[in-house]
C-alpha cells in the first residue's frame, strides 16, 4: 500500500510514546526561530501541528506526502499539500522547517538537506531525532516503531542519526550556522541556518 504511514493513529500513538511533552518542547523551540509576519514553508510537516505554535502573523504552508496527514490537517483548516520530496523540487520560501524526517531518506540526506537548504530564501530550522524507540534493545518494540514508522523509499527502517552524524551532515553549512544544541531533553538536535553567512557561530552548547 502507498499510504507512508500504517496510520495516522499509530503514527501519533507512536508519537507520543517517543516524545511525551518533548513534542511540544520541540514546536515552542522549533517556532521561536520563526519570525512575525514570515512566510514558513513546512516540508515533511505530518498534520501541519506546527501552526498552532507559530505567531498569528506568520503565513504557513506544509507540504506531506501522506494522504492521511494531508487529509487530517484540512480537516482542522491548516494549509497542508500532498507534495513527495523525493520526486518534485521544493518551492522557494522565506522560511523553511524540517522537523524528525531526515531521517527517511538516508542514504540521500545530503542530498535532501541540499534541496531544503536551496529552498530556504532566509533561514532553514531543521529538528532531528538523536534517539528512537527503533533503536531499543527489546527487539520487539524496535521493530513495531521501525515497521510504523515506514515510509515509501527508506531503505533502512532502524536508521536514526546519532549527534555526530548529523554534525558532519552540516559542517559543509558551517558558516551559516545560527544556531545548534539539543532540545527535547536530548531527543532532538535543532539547527538554524541563516542564508546570510554568521559569524560563525556553530553549536552554542554542547
Ligand atoms: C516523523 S514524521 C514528522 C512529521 C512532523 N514534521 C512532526 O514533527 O510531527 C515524518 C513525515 O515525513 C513525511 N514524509 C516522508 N517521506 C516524505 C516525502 N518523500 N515527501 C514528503 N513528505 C514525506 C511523512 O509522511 C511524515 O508525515
Same mark, same amino acid.
Given at each position: 500500500?502507498?499510504?507512508?504511514?500504517?496510520?495516522?493513529?499509530?503514527? =501519533?500513538?507512536?508519537?507520543?510514546?517517543?516524545? &511525551?511533552?518533548?513534542?511540544?518542547?520541540?514546536?515552542?523551540?522549533?517556532?521561536?526561530?520563526?519570525?512575525?509576519?514570515?512566510?514558513?514553508?513546512?516540508? @515533511? @510537516?505530518?498534520?501541519?501541528?506546527?501552526?498552532?505554535?507559530?505567531?498569528?502573523?506568520?503565513?504557513?504552508?506544509?507540504?506531506?506526502?501522506?494522504?492521511?496527514?494531508?487529509?487530517?490537517?484540512?480537516?482542522?483548516?491548516?494549509?497542508?499539500?500532498?507534495?513527495?520530496?523525493?520526486?518534485?523540487?521544493?518551492?522557494?520560501?522565506?522560511?523553511?522547517? @524540517?522537523?524528525?524526517?531526515?531521517?527517511?531518506?538516508?542514504?540521500?540526506?545530503?542530498?535532501?538537506?541540499?534541496?531544503?537548504?536551496?529552498?530556504?530564501?532566509?533561514?532553514?530550522?531543521?529538528?532531528?531525532?538523536?534517539?528512537?524507540?527503533?533503536?531499543?534493545?527489546?527487539? #520487539?518494540?524496535?521493530?513495531?516503531?521501525?515497521?510504523?514508522? &515506514?515510509?515509501?523509499?527508506?531503505?533502512?527502517? &532502524?536508521?536514526?542519526? @546519532?549527534?555526530?552524524?548529523?554534525?558532519?551532515?552540516? &559542517?559543509?553549512?558551517?558558516? =551559516?550556522?545560527?544556531?545548534?544544541?539539543?532540545? #527535547?531533553?536530548?531527543?532532538?538536535?535543532?539547527?538554524?541556518?541563516?542564508?546570510?553567512?554568521?559569524?560563525?557561530?556553530?553549536?552554542?552548547?554542547?
Amino acid at each position: 500500500m502507498a499510504i507512508l504511514y500504517r496510520s495516522s493513529l499509530l503514527y =501519533h500513538g507512536l508519537m507520543t510514546a517517543v516524545y &511525551h511533552v518533548h513534542r511540544r518542547e520541540r514546536f515552542r523551540e522549533v517556532a521561536q526561530w520563526v519570525p512575525e509576519g514570515a512566510e514558513v514553508l513546512d516540508v @515533511c @510537516c505530518g498534520d501541519g501541528a506546527l501552526t498552532g505554535y507559530l505567531d498569528s502573523s506568520v503565513r504557513y504552508r506544509g507540504l506531506d506526502q501522506s494522504p492521511v496527514f494531508v487529509a487530517r490537517a484540512r480537516d482542522r483548516g491548516r494549509e497542508v499539500e500532498h507534495f513527495d520530496l523525493r520526486r518534485a523540487s521544493l518551492p522557494g520560501s522565506q522560511v523553511v522547517v @524540517c522537523q524528525a524526517s531526515l531521517f527517511q531518506f538516508y542514504p540521500d540526506v545530503d542530498e535532501v538537506l541540499g534541496q531544503l537548504f536551496d529552498a530556504a530564501l532566509q533561514r532553514l530550522i531543521i529538528s532531528e531525532s538523536v534517539k528512537s524507540l527503533t533503536q531499543s534493545r527489546w527487539s #520487539c518494540l524496535s521493530r513495531i516503531v521501525a515497521w510504523g514508522t &515506514h515510509v515509501e523509499g527508506m531503505t533502512n527502517d &532502524h536508521f536514526r542519526f @546519532c549527534p555526530e552524524g548529523l554534525d558532519r551532515l552540516f &559542517h559543509p553549512y558551517a558558516a =551559516h550556522l545560527r544556531h545548534a544544541r539539543e532540545v #527535547c531533553g536530548g531527543r532532538d538536535w535543532l539547527y538554524v541556518l541563516d542564508k546570510q553567512p554568521s559569524r560563525g557561530i556553530a553549536r552554542e552548547e554542547i
